[in-house]
């Protein structure tokens, strides 16, 4: 039982590239998010979707865009990484009015 | 704007000593969820409370929901170091089944 499963772990960008994070879920969850969480402000809302094909802007979307074409997958772009995003990025799923479920998480680094 | 304020940021104790965290907003809440995240991992679940007043225990974790639905608490007994990371609270919002609203954490570190 995997749970939620994010890829890469671990990245480096240089300011201007693009990259796709992708996240995956084995629990057949409705909701997927995609959080950021930086020292001392919390984890802050990117993009949310409840369900396939769906996507909504969170607390933080600028400079981001988000994908759920299936059900399991949510995909988190960066079309032009800055500095600013540099940051430990996790998904998560939930059904119904469970808690959350994360990933281990992703840390991107934009020099 | 709906906002969850965690107490204290950071807590450092002895094996043994015991620790209350508090969660405090002045909004009302539908559920609070208190999760625990280890350094390199995601937050992971701990307890969903959702009735003002309610008690719920997890072995030496005690959480509580105020009466209002608008402030919550965690007390630790006989804290050890496996309790080390950091603590979050979570509050589902009432205008939206789809979101929670998160504390900043305690981080916590429980001395040998």
């Known amino acids: 039982n995997a749970g939620v499963t994010q890829t890469p772990k671990f990245r480096v960008l240089k300011t201007g590239q693009s990259m796709t994070l992708l996240c995956a879920q084995d629990?057949?969850?409705?909701?997927m998010y995609w959080y950021r969480q930086d020292p001392g402000m919390g984890l802050r809302l990117i993009h949310y979707s409840v369900g396939e094909g769906t996507t909504a802007k969170g607390e933080v979307p600028d400079g981001y865009n988000v994908s759920r074409l299936k059900k399991q997958n949510f995909l988190l772009g960066l079309e032009s990484a800055a500095p600013s995003q540099t940051s430990v990025y996790f998904c998560a799923s939930r059904q119904g009015n469970y808690g959350y479920t994360f990933g281990s998480g992703t840390r991107l680094t934009v020099v | 704007t709906q906002l969850l304020e965690q107490s204290p940021q950071f807590l450092s104790i002895q094996e043994g000593e015991n620790l209350t965290v508090y969660c405090n907003s002045s909004s009302v809440f539908s559920s609070l969820q208190w999760y625990r995240q280890e350094p390199g991992e995601g937050p992971v679940l701990l307890v969903t409370?959702?009735?003002g007043g309610e008690v719920k225990k997890l072995k030496r974790l005690t959480f509580q929901f105020g009466d209002a639905r608008k402030d919550s608490s965690l007390h630790i007994t006989a804290a050890q170091p496996g309790d080390t990371g950091l603590y979050l609270c979570a509050g589902g919002r009432e205008d939206s089944n789809y979101q929670l609203i998160w504390g900043a954490g305690t981080k916590l570190i429980i001395k040998p």
């Open positions: 409370v959702v009735t």
């Open positions: 629990m057949n969850h409705e909701y």
